[in-house]
């Protein structure tokens, strides 16, 4: 091997191991920067947007599968759901809309609601909400694999046959909603501020884009505690017995190795990725989905992955 074969592979090493925290942690940073100027949306939009171009330019020079750089005429779907399940629902949580969200959102704004701890720094409440936080999102995702009728739902995001950074909100918007009352319904509940629900909400954002990107990336003991991408493409085999059905958390592992579902075998993921039903290849169509599709009623979830 050449001089110059050798810096490139010592580069492309060196890449895969820093470019998960290296990444995340730059978005918290300039996250953390938009809080102090009082413009934390603007400076996420900042932070996602150059998250979405670096992975964009590492998914071509380093791909995890090459062969999910080929097209797979979804992109037009994937950003419809990505616009219905992400916008919709988070204009519902900012505005109310008709189903009067806005009424439960307000008192959070309110310093005495609630038992939430909020005189403690912000850093702590962040680990505090992420650990509660997670205990919803996990149950939300568990259920929408083990009841058949969440699973309707669900089933649109894991019909995907390759993972990339553009199938990141790939939701039916009912997936979402489930997701969104179970996670961020306990931090409500308790009287968390309103900056917390930003943080989290954001860091939520940038997780799911680096957890569905086709990266080569090495992780080590990362994959212990944050929901990576070699774990979520375990997630997201046919198999629900060689990972299937196993790491459901969205962020942090911790309920996963409470609930010994924390799946990562030292061997590499699958590369055919996807379920056993027809999902329709238009957006229209895949949100009628779960409407029209009826399970027979003996069928179990393993069913639809075998």
Avoid at 18 to 42: D, I, K, N, S
Avoid at 240 to 246: A, F, P, S, T
Avoid at 252 to 264: E, P, V
Wanted: net charge neutral.
């Amino acid at each position: 091997m050449s001089l110059k074969q050798e810096n490139r592979s010592f580069l492309r090493q060196l890449i895969s191991w820093t470019a998960w925290p290296v990444l995340f942690g730059a978005c918290l940073l300039v996250t953390y920067y938009g809080f102090e100027q009082g413009h934390p949306l603007l400076f996420f939009n900042f932070a996602y947007l150059g998250l979405a171009v670096s992975l964009l330019l590492l998914e071509r020079a380093m791909p995890h599968e090459k062969s999910w750089l080929n097209s797979d005429g979804q992109i037009w779907a994937n950003i419809g759901h990505t616009l219905t399940s992400k916008g919709t629902i988070q204009a519902l949580l900012l505005f109310g809309g008709v189903i009067g969200l806005s009424e439960l959102i307000k008192p959070a704004s309110e310093p005495s609601y609630g038992i939430w701890p909020r005189d403690i720094a912000m850093f702590w409440q962040v680990l505090l909400g992420l650990v509660l936080s997670e205990f919803g999102l996990y149950w939300a995702h568990r259920l929408a694999h083990e009841w058949p009728f969440l699973w309707k739902f669900h089933a649109v995001h894991h019909s995907v046959t390759k993972l990339w950074i553009v199938n990141t909100g790939r939701f039916h918007f009912v997936d979402s909603l489930v997701s969104i009352v179970l996670g961020s319904g306990i931090l409500f509940a308790l009287g968390a501020p309103m900056e917390l629900i930003q943080w989290l909400s954001a860091i939520t954002a940038f997780i799911g884009m680096l957890t569905h990107c086709n990266v080569e990336m090495r992780f080590g003991p990362l994959s212990w505690v944050f929901n990576t991408p070699e774990l979520h493409r375990w997630h997201h085999s046919k198999n629900i017995y060689d990972g299937g059905n196993m790491n459901y958390c969205e962020n942090i592992m911790i309920w996963d190795h409470a609930f010994d579902t924390f799946y990562n075998p030292p061997y590499r993921p699958p590369v055919d990725i996807g379920i056993k039903e027809i999902m329709p290849p238009k957006f229209k169509d895949q949100i009628l989905f779960p409407f029209k599709h009826k399970p027979k009623p003996k069928d179990r979830i393993m069913d639809f992955f075998l």
